[in-house]
């Protein structure tokens, strides 16, 4: 099932509970992040109706801050943006992620997913 062939309501049923989760694990595991959602009104355990209720974060605040959830002995691969804008954005990655993340040597001509990580 691709969520993408869903309707705006079956994503939110399917990814909100997803996506709860992942925020509530870097809430906990990034002190800075847990900040951020602070300031921003964003309460531990709360629960929203639409995945528009989840807290969105500027790119800028990727390029300014360093966000992660990961120990420094678990980052095994660190994935930097162009910086077209003047500033690199950073994305911290463990095994699990690296490998999930990594294109098979056939990617340029397929269209198969690609999960990204959430830096933080």
Do not use: K
Request: proline letters at 9%; a positive charge.
């Amino acid at each position: 099932m691709s969520v993408f062939n869903l309707s705006q309501e079956e994503r939110d049923r399917v990814l909100l509970p997803e996506l709860e989760a992942v925020t509530a694990h870097h809430r906990t595991a990034c002190p800075p992040y847990a900040r951020v959602l602070d300031a921003l009104g964003h309460r531990p355990g709360a629960s929203g109706v639409s995945v528009a209720d989840l807290p969105w974060l500027p790119i800028g605040l990727l390029r300014e801050r360093e966000l992660t959830s990961l120990a420094p002995g678990r980052v095994v691969r660190t994935l930097t943006s162009s910086g077209t804008s003047g500033r690199s954005t950073r994305v911290a990655l463990d095994a699990a992620a690296a490998t999930a993340s990594a294109m098979p040597p056939s990617a340029h001509c397929s269209r198969r997913p690609v999960r990204a990580a959430f830096p933080c």
